[in-house]
């Protein structure tokens, strides 16, 4: 079974930063994709920023030029560097990934962590 874990939210004033982290940990598994989505009260969910396993990278427009990804490997963990934030990036942010694991490629995603940018 594979577990994908965030960590890294929190109360933050516009201008800030924040650093989200998605830990992914099991046993015999491989990660393809690994992506962030955010959800606010009302929105529908949508993706912020995603990572293929070539280091390929794609962002939202929204959040080019101040959200930046990263990958430990050896971790199996992605980073989601968040400067300059504004009030409308308060959201519930989620980590998803694609991974093989057994043969077979499965979806899934984390429990989520809160960002809240104060005005």
């Known amino acids: 079974q594979v577990q994908l874990v965030e960590s890294g939210g929190g109360l933050v004033q516009a201008g800030g930063s924040l650093r989200l982290s998605c830990a992914a940990s099991?046993?015999?598994?491989?990660?393809?994709?690994m992506s962030w989505y955010r959800q606010a009260p009302g929105n529908q969910r949508e993706l912020v920023a995603g990572m293929s396993s070539g280091d390929s990278t794609n962002y939202a427009d929204s959040v080019k030029g101040r959200f930046t990804l990263s990958r430990d490997n050896a971790k199996n963990t992605l980073y989601l560097q968040m400067n300059s934030l504004k009030p409308e990036d308060t959201a519930v942010y989620y980590c998803?990934?694609?991974?093989?694991?057994?043969?077979?490629?499965?979806?899934?995603r984390g429990q989520g962590t809160q960002v809240t940018v104060s005005s």
């Open positions: 998803a990934a694609v991974i093989s694991t057994s043969g077979m490629l499965r979806n899934y």
């Open positions: 099991g046993i015999g598994f491989s990660i393809k994709t």
